[in-house]
Structures are given as structure tokens and as C-alpha cells.
């Protein structure tokens, strides 16, 4: 009897599965690393960029809204851009023939484009053949091959602060149907529609700050006054900062032109003392005279005696 008092115990085992969602604590972890190495990432390029790299940076996050003038496109924004000096032409030149390269027919138009760093700046010219290469033959229409190649210098240069002149060339052949149009016509036509070109592709409204045209008399080979290659357009960027050289020649050139100014009021002033000199030596006691003022003899008293007359010392023999 006693064991059947006690109380039946049922024991229920529930079958394990897998446990209930973590959470997404994990993807946040996960983004935050990733965050931060992407910002490491940043700061190692930033210690190795140019300075000239780091102030644009610095530019755009001084002003996120673009407020000024961004240097280098048509866009409204802040910083002088990334400009380039004397010692950047180079590597603007090898940038340059990379991106022309990239034309479809480059291949048979490298020989016609020349690179040159000057002392006005980098100067790319694009050389006529024996058959029209850039423009038509006596007209300022460019060809296909032109447009191309001044479109993908328009897109590089555009990216620049630095400015341009286009300059137009022909040879001396003249037309033959002796009208009003001549080679001045021609060469400064052909660099105008240049220009026109270049800034539908890229370049700012004030990149260019001179259009030229020289006719013949500019020829690349004075020799051979009817070679095709004194027809070209020249297209010049020009240096950010004029070079070092050229500053100095100025400075010289006004010290020395100061100098000559100094000299001849110098030369004003001592004649000057020279003419008073002589009017010193006609009368000594005028200048003198001058500057003071008349003396009134005071009034006699009434009982006073009247003076004597003083008597007038001999004059003296004149040496």
C-alpha cells in the first residue's frame, strides 16, 4: 500500500533543433572593420599624394557645396585644381600621347604630331601631310581624323587650369583664284574652328585666351617655303607660373628703369642749384632779403636828440 501513495513522476524530454537567429550584431561588427580599413586605406594614399593633390582634397571638404571656382572643368566648386608648372610639362606630354593614342587611326597620324616643351609652355602640333591629314585642303573645315584628335586633347586639357593659345599656319602657296581669301584668312579660320571644337569637347569658355593666325610667315621649315608641313595648327599650354627667369628679367628692367628716373631728377635738382647758384653771384643778399621779414625802426622818444650822421666807410678796391 505504501508504494502505491507516492506521486507518479512523468518526465517529457523535447527533441533539440537548431538554436533560434543570433541577431545582426555581427554584420554591424563586420561594417565597422570594413569602414575603418577603407579610411586607413585613404590616409596611406593622402602621405604619398602631391601636394598640389592634397590642397584640392583639402578644398573640397573645406567646401563640400562648391561655392567657388573649381579650376579644370565647367563646374562650380572650391580649389585652384591641380595645377601644372615647368617641371610637370613632361609628364603632361607623355599623358597626353597616351590618351591620343587611343584614337582609332592614331597609327597613321603619330608622325604628324609633335610635342615640344618651350619656354612658353607645351606646345603640340599638328603637322599637315602630302594629303589632307587635319583639314580639308584650302578650306578650315577639320576632317574626321582632326575632329578626333582635338576632341580627345580637349578632354585632357579641360581637366587643367592652365591656359591656352591655338595658332594657325599654312604655307606659302598662294590661291590661285586671287580673291579676298587669303592664307591670313586660312591659317586664323582654321585655329578658330579649332577652338570652336576643342571647347564643345571640354575646354572652359576662358581656357583660351588667344586665337592666331600667322599665314607663311611662321614656317616651320624656311627652306622649303611649299612643304606640307608648314601647314599645322599649334595648339600652346602655357605654364601656371611664368618661369623663374622671366621674373627676374622684369625685376631688372624695372631697378633699371627706376634707376634712370632717380637720375634724372638728379639731374633736375642740380640744375637747379646751378641756376641759383648764378643768381647768388649777380645778388648775394636777395635770397636773404627774402625770406626776412622788413624791420620797422622803432618810434624816437620826444626829448631824444636827433643822431648823427654816420659817416660811409670808403669803398673797398674790387679784386
Known amino acids: 500500500m505504501a508504494d502505491n501513495d507516492k506521486p507518479i513522476i512523468v518526465i517529457r524530454k523535447k527533441k533539440g533543433g537548431h538554436g533560434g537567429h543570433h541577431g545582426g550584431a555581427w554584420k554591424v561588427a563586420y561594417a565597422d572593420f570594413v569602414t575603418a580599413l577603407m579610411a586607413l586605406f585613404i590616409v596611406l594614399w593622402l602621405l604619398n599624394a602631391a601636394p598640389k593633390v592634397k590642397e584640392a582634397v583639402a578644398g573640397y571638404f573645406n567646401d563640400p557645396a562648391g561655392t567657388g571656382k573649381l579650376s579644370g572643368s565647367n563646374m562650380s566648386g572650391t580649389g585652384s585644381g591641380v595645377e601644372v608648372s615647368k617641371d610637370d610639362m613632361g609628364q603632361l606630354k607623355d599623358k597626353l600621347a597616351a590618351a591620343m593614342k587611343e584614337a582609332p587611326n592614331f597609327a597613321k597620324m603619330k608622325d604628324q604630331?609633335?610635342?615640344?616643351?618651350t619656354g612658353e609652355g607645351l606646345r603640340i602640333e599638328l603637322l599637315e601631310g602630302e594629303k589632307a591629314m587635319f583639314f580639308e585642303s584650302g578650306r578650315p573645315v577639320?576632317?574626321?581624323n582632326g575632329r578626333e584628335l582635338l576632341t580627345?586633347?580637349?578632354?585632357?586639357?579641360?581637366?587643367?587650369?592652365?591656359?591656352?593659345?591655338?595658332?594657325?599656319?599654312?604655307?606659302?602657296?598662294?590661291?590661285?583664284?586671287?580673291?579676298?581669301y587669303t592664307n591670313w584668312e586660312l591659317s586664323a579660320d582654321r585655329a578658330n574652328q579649332a577652338r570652336e571644337l576643342m571647347q564643345s569637347a571640354g575646354l572652359r569658355a576662358d581656357q583660351v585666351t588667344q586665337v592666331r593666325g600667322f599665314a607663311d610667315q611662321s614656317l616651320r621649315k624656311p627652306a622649303e617655303p611649299l612643304a606640307a608641313s608648314n601647314r599645322r595648327v599649334s595648339v600652346i599650354v602655357h605654364y601656371q607660373t611664368p618661369p623663374p627667369g622671366a621674373a627676374d628679367a622684369k625685376g631688372e628692367g624695372g631697378e633699371k628703369k627706376g634707376?634712370?628716373?632717380?637720375?634724372g631728377h638728379g639731374e633736375e635738382k642740380k640744375g637747379e642749384a646751378a641756376k641759383g647758384g648764378h643768381a647768388e653771384e649777380k645778388k648775394p643778399g636777395d635770397a636773404k632779403a627774402a625770406h626776412e621779414p622788413e624791420?620797422?625802426?622803432?618810434?624816437a622818444p620826444?626829448?631824444?636828440?636827433?643822431?648823427?650822421?654816420?659817416?660811409?666807410?670808403a669803398a673797398k678796391p674790387a679784386h
Open 113 to 117: 604630331v609633335e610635342m615640344t616643351v
Open 142 to 144: 577639320p576632317t574626321a
Open 152 to 180: 580627345r586633347l580637349a578632354e585632357e586639357l579641360g581637366k587643367l587650369p592652365n591656359r591656352l593659345v591655338i595658332e594657325g599656319h599654312t604655307d606659302s602657296q598662294p590661291y590661285s583664284n586671287g580673291g579676298h
Open 259 to 263: 634707376e634712370a628716373a632717380k637720375g
Open 295 to 299: 624791420k620797422k625802426p622803432a618810434p
Open 302 to 313: 620826444a626829448n631824444a636828440k636827433p643822431p648823427e650822421t654816420a659817416k660811409k666807410p
